[in-house]
Every structure is written in C-alpha cells, then in structure tokens.
C-alpha cells in the first residue's frame, strides 16, 4: 500500500514473511464482491473526504504561521482540530461496531499488529509494540482480531485528546513552547494517517468474511452518524484485553 500521509502499512518485503502477513496483503489486493465492494468504497470515499479537508485547515494554519500571521493562523489551527476530532469519532466508532459483530460470525478476518515504525510519536509507537507484542502471544485469530481493534481504537482516542489538547494551547496561546506544540500537530497528523490506513485494511478484510445475510445491518450502521464520545480518562494502550 502507497503512503498516503501515515506509515507504510504494508512492507514490501517479499521472502520469509509469515503467513498471516501474506494473508492480509494478498486480502487487501483482492477485490471485494460486488455489493461489498460498493460498501467499502462509499464508507471510504466519506473517510477520505474528511480527511482531506482536516488536511488542508491543517495546512492552512501551518502556511498563515510561517507567513507570520499568528491570529489567523490560531483561528485555522482550532478548525482543524474540530474536523481531527469527528473523523476520529467516525473511525473509533467503526471499530466498536466491527467488534461488536465480530462476536456474532464464525470466522473473523486475519490481522497484522500495527507496526512501531509507521508512527512518528510515543503514543503510536507505543500502542503498536503493545500489540506486536500480544499478537505473538495470542493464539488464533479472533483473539489478534478483537485485540488489534482495541489498540487501534484507543490509539485513535488519544492521538485525538493530543491533537486537541495542543492545538487549544496553540489558539489560547497559552503554550510555553509553541513551536514544540506545531512540530506535535505534525506527527500527530503522520500518525492518525497511519491509523486511517490501518483501519481501511481491518475494514475491508471484515466486509470479506461477513456473512452475506448480515452485510445490509452493517451497512445501515455505518450511516449512521457516530454516537456520543466514550468518556475515559485515558485509554488503555498498555493493557487492552484480546
């Protein structure tokens, strides 16, 4: 898979990979069944657009502070957020409902542990060597399945408190060090990229193992509008259960 902002999710390495990994690339390049097919990219398509439009306010704001025009630039900064906020409320929602139904079907689809590499920040790198680690001791793949989507859930949660948090000390202007908070804006968008990519992949390979029966509930799900974000104090990315 290309860069599109995040990390590399798939590597090209070609020899030696486990069977898991060839699984997942080789599910990832497949086409879907039709009907499936038009779910994904609809669902997708909807991501994309969200994301492409956090990614120009971003932009924006880090174009207005490099101009010198410091008011505007807070003011840009602010949309941002609220547009990173929504789009990882829609995503952190997605992986409640495919947790949700993944207990009602036989098989659910295999996973890759996210990958320390593809994250530039100590949030993402530490949630993936967590699940690297656990998807090495799990057995079997509804455990990595359940597993992957907790940490890939909470990691978005708290790559989005991060973001909010220094982009409102970067528009009060309370922030002690503002350029540390506008470099952190930047990995955190690098790193909520690679989280987008990653639920992309774990949203395709679950649509592939759906029963068909149940493909038009998941579909009116992801209509809907995401609910009301879960009020944690702070995600468990170092003792998620499987």
Known sequence: MSDLG???VFSRRSNGRPSTERRVTE???TALPREKGQIFETVVRRWECAYAMMSVALDG?????ARGELVCARQQVSVAADLFGRLSSTLVGLCDTLSARGRHITHVPPVEPLNSEFFRGNTGQSAASWNGILHHLLFGDRSRFFHKLRILSDTLEQIEREF?????DISKGTSVEPADCWTKLDYLHYDFSTCLRETEIVLKSFLRSLPADQLSGLATELDAPPSVKRLRAKPRLSGAPA
């Open 61 to 65: 704001a880090l174009s207005l502070r």
């Open 6 to 8: 995040g990390g590399v």
């Open 27 to 29: 599910e990832w390049f």
């Open 164 to 168: 909010r948090e220094a982009a409102s």
